[in-house]
């Protein structure tokens, strides 16, 4: 599934075996069913599969960085996750990102959002998107906000060290936002903190939203 030409298929993981949610839901399954299992759940799973792949016609490759782009993203890497999330009640997080870089209008540099795209690949679960200017934004499936926090601390550590050809010294902001049930608000929760790491003078900001905190 890390393979952008496969990542758009629908995985339903049926098995017998106890336990074992949290790995395949980690690994890239769509759904889990367990034996002896229902013949009409799994026919409704089977249905909602075709109705996504067919779904899936949009281009989800950003060219210039390899990445997803932002409209597959958001319509169907976001809705996916948010989906698995609420049935199995399990978390996630997303990383929000901005290169500190003060840009009079003009294109971005591709070579440098290139060169920041290789960094994002963590690991194999995780699913990384292009925004548009200096934006990018990393889903971390099955992670709680304090596991996403080490990781981002670990991308704005990558991003420090790495020599950048015509951009000396280059940091980014990084906003986090772990699973709630509307991605509209988790995707405003991590851009809010993005926005406040960069007041601060960049480095990594963190909200969590509980169920109990939705609006009515």
């Given at each position: 599934r890390s393979k952008p030409r496969l990542s758009g298929i629908y995985v339903i993981m049926l098995t017998g075996r106890e336990g074992g949610l949290a790995e395949g839901l980690d690994i890239g399954a769509d759904?889990?069913?367990?034996?002896p299992y229902d013949i009409e759940e799994l026919t409704a799973f089977v249905r909602k599969g075709l109705r996504q792949s067919r779904e899936r016609t949009v281009p989800a490759m950003d060219p210039g960085t390899?990445?997803?782009?932002?409209?597959?993203?958001?319509?169907?890497?976001?809705?996916?996750?948010?989906?698995?999330?609420?049935?199995?009640?399990?978390?996630?997080?997303?990383?929000?990102?901005?290169?500190?870089?003060?840009?009079?209008g003009g294109d971005p540099d591709e070579d440098l959002l290139r060169a920041v795209a290789r960094l994002l690949?963590?690991?194999?679960?995780?699913?990384?998107a292009y925004l548009g200017g200096y934006d990018f934004v990393v889903m971390l499936p099955y992670t709680p906000p304090s596991?996403?926090?080490?990781?981002?601390?670990r991308l704005c550590r990558k991003i420090r060290e790495t020599s950048f050809p015509g951009f000396a010294n280059l940091t980014a902001s990084f906003g986090i936002a772990s699973f709630d049930s509307a991605e509209s608000l988790l995707l405003?929760?991590?851009?809010?903190?993005?926005?406040?790491?960069?007041?601060?003078?960049?480095?990594v900001q963190g909200q969590q939203l509980g169920r109990k905190d939705l609006p009515p």
């Open positions: 759904a889990y069913v367990r034996k390899g990445l997803f782009n932002e409209t597959f993203f958001m319509e169907s890497l976001l809705v996916g996750e948010l989906a698995r999330a609420v049935r199995y009640e399990v978390n996630f997080s997303i990383i929000r990102l901005r290169l500190d870089l003060h840009v009079n690949a963590f690991r194999e679960s995780d699913r990384a596991h996403a926090v080490g990781v981002a601390e405003q929760l991590a851009e809010d903190a993005l926005n406040q790491a960069q007041i601060q003078g960049g480095g």
